[in-house]
């Protein structure tokens, strides 16, 4: 049986009027983030550039992760876009395909045998649970995750005191990789409305097949 094709549709287009504004201040990531980035630059990307990456990091950040990051230790959110942003200049041909791949590749490691033992019948159970956890793992915000029929829902990111674009567009490819980890074939991720933008809420559509 040959392998599966898993393709994805992500657009921000619908919402791209303008520069975008951000506000990075005052809230916190657990370093789980932090480290699943760097970690996806020590396996994909050869050992010089993870040398490099950290030689270019402002001074603060690179003497954290020259050390261990802890998963559950809260590290500045201003922290995970300085080194999202160092990662677009050292590797980036297309900011948003880069992006995108971070977080498909944190949600593969968020999604990992452990975790589907809850055996999911369907990803409206994952979000459902994804939203709820939202605390975990930011300690601004919160999420909210609304089915819309057999293959489609909205999860909705509310009152986020902190935000930039770099960040929707990770959550984009984390929500493609979530719907593929639970057996369709397509996913589609839309962010319909977003706060960098001028919008109250960020709003992510995600349907599959």
Not at 63 to 82: A, K, R
Not at 131 to 158: I, N
Request: net charge negative; hydrophobic share 35%.
């Amino acid at each position: 049986m040959g392998r599966l094709q898993l393709t994805a549709s992500s657009s921000v287009e619908t919402i791209k009027t303008g520069s975008p504004r951000e506000s990075l201040a005052g809230g916190s990531v657990k370093g789980s983030i932090l480290r699943a980035h760097v970690q996806w630059v020590a396996e994909q990307r050869s050992p010089g550039d993870l040398a490099d990456l950290r030689d270019a990091l402002p001074g603060e950040i690179s003497h954290e992760l020259s050390s261990f990051v802890l998963s559950s230790t809260w590290y500045p959110f201003s922290w995970l876009i300085g080194l999202d942003r160092t990662m677009i200049d050292l590797f980036a041909t297309d900011e948003s395909d880069l992006l995108a791949e971070l977080g498909r590749y944190s949600a593969r490691l968020d999604l990992s045998p452990i975790h589907r033992l809850l055996n999911f019948r369907n990803p409206h159970e994952f979000f459902r649970l994804s939203a709820m956890q939202h605390s975990l793992l930011r300690d601004f915000g919160s999420a909210a995750y609304e089915p819309a029929g057999e293959r489609q829902g909205t999860m909705v990111h509310r009152h986020y005191g902190c935000f930039s674009p770099v960040d929707c567009k990770t959550f984009i490819g984390y929500y493609e990789q979530a719907i593929w980890s639970h057996g369709p074939r397509q996913a589609f991720v839309e962010e319909l409305e977003c706060q960098c933008h001028g919008a109250r809420n960020c709003r992510f559509q995600l349907s599959w097949q």
